[in-house]
């Protein structure tokens, strides 16, 4: 917002928006597939896999992917999404000094957040308020706070 790439209105919009999502990625089924029973060293097991849904944000505008894992929780029983912002090597601004070499300690690369890809920035809010129920309550309280500072300044 200091750099005017996007408007209090726009963020305004965008609480309002993320306030009446109801339906949330994290509610998306967890399927077991049952394969077949094997025996490996004269003990018995069935063999399952757990299929966790993963979703591709399919068009950003500058070849970035926005994407959702619904993923165990490591320490914890259940599961959690995890959202990811990921960006090809092309679109850093000085991927020229990287291309064609392994990347070494210290190496940097550039993302240039601007008027023509900000939306990324605000669909990314979209897709942690659809994560699950705690991430929407975690982004309506960001967005509320930065209203409020808006408001001060």
């Known amino acids: 917002m200091e750099l005017k790439l996007i408007t209090k209105r726009e963020v305004e919009n965008l609480l309002n928006e993320i306030r009446g999502y109801t339906s949330f990625i994290d509610e998306k089924a967890i399927t077991i597939e049952h394969h077949s029973q094997l025996t490996i060293n004269g003990i018995n097991f069935e063999e399952t896999s757990i299929k966790l849904p993963t979703l591709f944000m399919i068009k ?12 165990k929780q490591q320490y914890a029983s259940g599961v959690q999404p995890m959202v ?32 023509s890809n900000v939306l990324n920035l605000i669909i990314m809010m979209k897709v942690f308020g659809m994560a699950s129920k705690r991430h929407n309550h975690d982004v309506v309280k960001i967005l509320e706070i930065l209203l409020e500072i808006i408001d001060r300044g």
């Open 60 to 71: 950003t505008l500058d070849e970035t992917q926005i994407e959702v894992s619904i993923q």
């Open 84 to 115: 990811y912002f990921c960006i090809l090597l092309r679109v850093f601004k000085n991927s020229l000094d990287l291309l064609g070499r392994s990347s070494a300690a210290g190496d940097k690369l550039i993302y240039v957040i601007n008027k």
